[in-house]
C-alpha cells in the first residue's frame, strides 16, 4: 500500500479542517452520468434508505433523492455539506466521521463509500462502521482507487515519474486483493468486483453532449473494457455485511492490521 500525505496533516490541522479549506477552492465532483450509474449498480428501490458516506459535495445524494430514495448524505466537511444543502431536493445531510457514523447498528439498506475510504485515518474502521449500519440484507457499493491501474498509476508514473496525487489531505492506493482483504476483515461479503476505468456510459443529455465533445473518451473507455480486473483504474466492491471476526489477523500490506 502506498500514502501519501499533505503538508496540513504534518503541520497539525485537523483532517476536518483541511477539507473545509478544500472545499472554499474546489469542488469534489463527478459527472452526474456516473453517480446514476453507481446507483444501478447497487439497485435501491424507491422508498429505501441510502447513506452516502463521506459524500462530499453530495451530489449523488441529491440524484438518488430524485429518484424517490431516502437518500442521507454524511461528510466531515461542513463546508462540502453547503453545496448539497443548499438545493432543494428531500434529502437529508449530517456533518459527521465516517469512522463514527451517527447512525444506529442495522439501520440502513443501502451504503455508498465512493473513493472516500482510502482518505479516512483509519480505513479499516471505516469499514466496521459500515458493515454496523447497514440492516442484515442491506448492501455496500464502496469504490477504492488501484495502485497498479493501467491507464491510471501506470500510465502517470510512465509519463511523469510519480504516482497520481488528488490533493486531498491523505490519499491512498493499493492492489484490488488488498482492499478486499480490508473490507473482509471489517465484517464485509464481497459479492462482486466491477472495474472503473474513468469512462462511464453518458446517461444524460448535458453528459452526451460533453462526451460528443472528447471522442477520446471513447477510445479510453474501449481500452478500460478489456483491460484486466487487476489492472483496472479503480475497484467498485458491491458487499454485504457479514461475521466480523474477533481474532487477530495480520495482513502486511495494511499497516493498520
Known amino acids: 500500500m502506498l500514502e501519501i500525505r499533505h503538508r496540513a496533516l504534518h503541520d497539525g490541522q485537523s483532517i476536518q479542517d483541511a477539507y473545509d479549506d478544500l472545499f ?13 450509474w453507481l446507483i ?6 424507491p422508498g429505501s434508505t441510502l447513506l452516502d458516506v463521506a459524500c462530499g459535495n453530495g451530489r449523488l445524494v441529491e440524484l438518488a433523492a430524485e429518484q424517490g430514495i431516502r437518500a442521507m448524505g454524511v461528510d466531515l466537511s461542513f463546508e462540502g455539506l453547503l453545496h448539497g444543502s443548499a438545493d432543494a431536493s428531500p434529502a437529508q445531510w449530517i456533518v459527521g466521521d465516517g469512522q463514527i457514523i451517527p447512525f444506529p447498528a442495522g439501520s440502513v439498506d443501502f451504503v ?29 457499493c464502496i469504490l477504492l482507487p488501484n495502485m497498479f491501474g493501467l491507464m491510471g498509476n501506470i500510465r502517470y508514473v510512465r509519463r ?25 476483515m471489517g465484517g464485509l461479503l464481497i459479492d462482486e468486483v466491477v472495474p472503473w ?8 443529455t448535458s453528459d452526451w453532449i460533453w462526451s460528443a465533445l472528447r471522442p477520446q473518451k471513447a477510445l479510453r473507455g474501449a481500452v478500460a473494457a ?9 475497484f467498485i466492491f458491491l458487499a454485504r455485511p457479514g461475521r466480523v471476526s474477533t481474532a487477530p489477523v495480520y495482513y ?6
Open 252 to 257: 502486511p500490506m495494511l499497516s493498520w492490521s
Open 24 to 36: 472554499q477552492t474546489r469542488d469534489l465532483l463527478m459527472r452526474d452520468s456516473f453517480y446514476l
Open 160 to 184: 511523469t515519474g510519480e504516482v497520481f496525487d488528488d490533493e486531498q489531505p491523505r490519499q491512498r492506493y493499493a492492489t484490488r486483493a488488498t482492499w478486499q482483504t480490508m473490507l473482509e
Open 112 to 140: 455508498m463509500s465512493i473513493g472516500s475510504l482510502e482518505h479516512y485515518d483509519n480505513p479499516l474502521q471505516g469499514v466496521r462502521e459500515i458493515a454496523r449500519v447497514l440492516k442484515p440484507h442491506g448492501r455496500a
Open 226 to 234: 478489456i483491460t484486466p480486473l487487476n489492472l483496472a483504474n479503480h
Open 40 to 45: 444501478e449498480l447497487l439497485g435501491p428501490p
Open 197 to 204: 476505468g474513468e469512462v462511464t456510459r453518458p446517461r444524460t
